[in-house]
């Protein structure tokens, strides 16, 4: 069973940096196409970034494009979600997720496996 844990969330000002991590065990790691999502109150989730088995073909939705980069490291079994020049309306309850479907997908609907979700404030 896979089982992927984050880390990293707290509170920020605007403009600050946020480093995620998210550490995955159980599974053959390197196979799968990992992706971020967050949630915030009242609101779905929705995606925020994906990114191919071998680290490339990075995606990123409009709201984070240049500001957040994410990446992996195969050898730790960890993806990470660097966050810069945060906004309030980035605050969320950010996953990490993991799909056995294939590359370029953004819908949570899509995911198989799901982390517990680590909380981002930013405030004015």
């Known amino acids: 069973q896979v089982q992927l844990v984050e880390s990293g969330g707290g509170l920020v000002q605007a403009g600050g940096s946020l480093r995620l991590s998210c550490a995955a065990s159980?599974?053959?790691?390197?196979?799968?196409?990992m992706g971020w999502f967050r949630q915030a109150p009242g609101k779905e989730r929705e995606f925020v970034a994906r990114?191919?088995?071998?680290?490339?073909?990075?995606y990123y939705a409009d709201s984070v494009k240049g500001r957040f980069t994410t990446s992996r490291d195969n050898a730790k079994a960890t993806v990470y979600l660097e966050m810069n020049s945060l906004k309030p309306e980035d605050t969320a309850v950010y996953y990490c997720?993991?799909?056995?479907?294939?590359?370029?997908?953004?819908?949570?609907?899509?995911?198989?496996?799901w982390g517990q979700g680590t909380q981002v404030t930013v405030s004015s």
């Open positions: 159980g599974g053959t790691f390197s196979r799968y196409g």
């Open positions: 997720a993991e799909t056995v479907r294939g590359l370029g997908l953004t819908r949570p609907s899509e995911y198989d496996y």
């Open positions: 990114m191919s088995w071998s680290g490339g073909n990075a």
